[in-house]
């Protein structure tokens, strides 16, 4: 969206303000110029019926009387008169009496009054014609006085009415609607727990800028509300993403079929007690264990119950070593690797020799077993060989676990169901 100079409403609303103000002014100007023409054109009516009522019977006696000298001094009189200019008398006679300016003859308005005798019989000729023309420079100083003390009088009303105008238009305005329009520029995730505040003072009602103000706070709520709900949501995903991963963790170091460590999980932790050892210069011995005649319990009973077998092994074995320090892994089939940290040969040979002796005694009974006519199952035994030996110092996983193989076999050569030990 392009940019778009900015203007300010109060502003606008300022300037119109003034314009049409002045607009008005003009007008008001013009209707109370025009009133005060007619009132002008008015007083030179009653100028002339003035004259008529005073000066004209006056004139008629000088006329009757032919006293020239009395009708030059009434016309300088009538001529003194503001709203009269110039005043003419044309007597019946001929003769021709003046007074005043003669150049308004042709410049305002004029008036005839016929000057009849002063004890005048019915169809008697007036004596002669008094003629009046109004003074225009009394017209329009009239009307530049009176127009300029209505202009400055306006002008001034116009000029406090605008600049109250333009001071409430700030303060009730403008000034609160900056402050909120700086509030939304300046609105994010980390300010939104900053109240807008506008500080206008107490009002007995609301107006649009509270109801603005009342939206404002609405809408920041509801983004909070919203941002809070987010981080809840994606605190909720992040856990449960944590409990899969940890659950994948421990399914690709845990054998699906006995719930011990699987071989990848030895080759990983093996190492790192290898490592340990070395460092601290600490005893580390490892069991290998292979339960005797599989292959065949497998040919005699099935494989599911093979699969029983070597869960029932490997809980006995689990749950004969020493919790979160020794540990078991299934190394392939039905061999198993036992790892004994902190534990010298005679210890890890004990341990063996304390499986060697209780792995026979648990029964095994399963409804796979092959039950005889009219009789009961027989519980099954199984037994095991051992292979013990110790971490010597320098030695890898490789060489640990080859050697304790080898006593496996050894035991095995022997006659099975025995342990056979060597540093």
Known sequence: MPQRPFRSIASVLIRRTIVL???????????????LRAQHQKQFEMAINDVANTSVPLLAVALWDIETQAIAAQLQRIAQKPEIGYARLQAAGGQRFE?????LLAQGVSRQIAILPPQPAQGAPALGVLELTGNPDYLW?????????????????????????????????????STVAEFANDVCPRHLTTPLRLNRPPQAHSDEIDQLETGVIKLQTALQQHIHNLDDLVAERTEQLERLLEEIRHLSVTDGLTGTFNRRALQDRLPAEIDRAQRY??????????????????DAHGH????????????????????????????????????LPETELDAAMATAQRLCRSLPEQPLESARM????????????????????????????????????????????RGRQQVVGRA
């Open 99 to 103: 007074a005043g300016n003669p150049a």
């Open 304 to 339: 599911a119950l093979g699969d029983e077998v070597l869960r029932n092994a490997a809980s006995h074995v689990s749950a004969s070593l020493r919790h979160g320090v020794d540990w078991v892994a299934r190394y392939g089939g039905e061999e198993f690797v036992v790892v």
């Open 370 to 413: 092959a039950r005889p006519a009219g009789g009961s199952v027989p519980p099954l035994t199984i037994s095991a060989s051992f292979g013990v030996t110790a971490y010597r110092a320098g030695e890898n996983t490789s060489a640990l676990l080859a050697r304790a193989d080898a006593l496996v076999y050894e035991a095995k050569s």
């Open 141 to 177: 100083q009239g009307l530049r006085a009176e127009g300029l003390r209505i202009l400055l009088g306006y002008s001034l009303l116009t000029a406090g009415i605008c600049a109250l105008m333009a001071f409430m238009l700030k303060q009730l305005l403008q000034k609160p609607l």
């Open 281 to 298: 210069g600490r005893a580390l011995s490892v069991i290998f264990m292979d339960i005797d005649h599989f292959k065949q319990f497998n």
């Open 21 to 35: 103000a002045v607009l008005c002014t003009l007008l008001v100007f013009g209707v109370q110029s025009w009133l």
